[in-house]
């Protein structure tokens, strides 16, 4: 059966950092199930349809990749997938600050580990924030997203 991670995330949209770590969780574990989730403090962009469907075009094809949804807590979704660690990507300290809360609940509520896994520096100043703004004023972002994601930012700001 193997050991399972789960990669947790908003990917809204997928960008190439959440890429990264989604591919060097796989390189790694038997198993890694994709959850997309709602974070409360963030207003969305792409509907749960869409953001599935560009996850599915971006790592659907990594054969130990799985991609799913959850709506509740995530240390349930854990649970229900017989998961006992989650791998999140760090950028910066600001990362660390925001994901250690989160790592230390879900520890104490649900015996899940976090592992913080440095984003490769390339990514460093990419976030699906920033691409979403500098795509709605015509910037291009096409290096930093897979095509997929490229093409719906295009069409949805033409
Ligand atoms: O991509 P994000 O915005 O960093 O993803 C955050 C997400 C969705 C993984 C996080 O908000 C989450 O786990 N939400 C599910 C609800 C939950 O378990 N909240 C308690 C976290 S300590």
């Given at each position: 059966?193997?050991?399972?991670a789960?990669?947790?995330?908003?990917?809204?949209?997928?960008?190439?950092?959440?890429?990264?770590?989604?591919?060097?969780t796989?390189?790694?574990?038997?198993?890694?199930?994709?959850?997309?989730?709602?974070?409360l403090?963030?207003?969305?962009?792409?509907d749960?349809?869409?953001?599935?469907?560009?996850l599915?075009?971006?790592?659907?094809?990594?054969?130990?990749?799985?991609?799913?949804?959850?709506?509740?807590l995530?240390?349930?979704?854990?649970?229900?997938?017989g998961?006992?660690?989650?791998?999140?990507?760090?950028?910066?300290?600001?990362?660390?600050?925001?994901e250690?809360?989160?790592a230390?609940?879900?520890?104490?509520?649900?015996?899940?580990?976090?592992?913080l896994?440095?984003?490769g520096p390339?990514?460093?100043?990419v976030?699906?924030?920033?691409v979403?703004?500098?795509?709605?004023f015509?910037?291009d972002?096409?290096?930093?997203?897979?095509?997929?994601v490229?093409?719906?930012?295009?069409r949805?700001?033409a």
């Amino acid at each position: 059966m193997g050991v399972t991670a789960v990669c947790p995330g908003s990917f809204d949209p997928i960008t190439n950092g959440h890429v990264d770590v989604i591919r060097r969780t796989a390189a790694r574990f038997d198993q890694v199930v994709v959850a997309c989730g709602r974070n409360l403090g963030k207003q969305g962009m792409f509907d749960l349809e869409e953001r599935l469907g560009l996850l599915e075009e971006a790592v659907g094809e990594l054969p130990n990749v799985e991609i799913a949804t959850f709506d509740g807590l995530l240390v349930e979704f854990c649970a229900q997938r017989g998961a006992g660690v989650v791998v999140k990507g760090i950028r910066d300290g600001a990362d660390v600050s925001s994901e250690l809360p989160m790592a230390r609940m879900n520890a104490a509520i649900g015996s899940v580990e976090t592992l913080l896994l440095p984003g490769g520096p390339l990514y460093s100043f990419v976030s699906s924030s920033l691409v979403k703004e500098v795509a709605r004023f015509g910037g291009d972002v096409s290096d930093l997203v897979p095509p997929a994601v490229d093409h719906a930012l295009r069409r949805r700001f033409a």
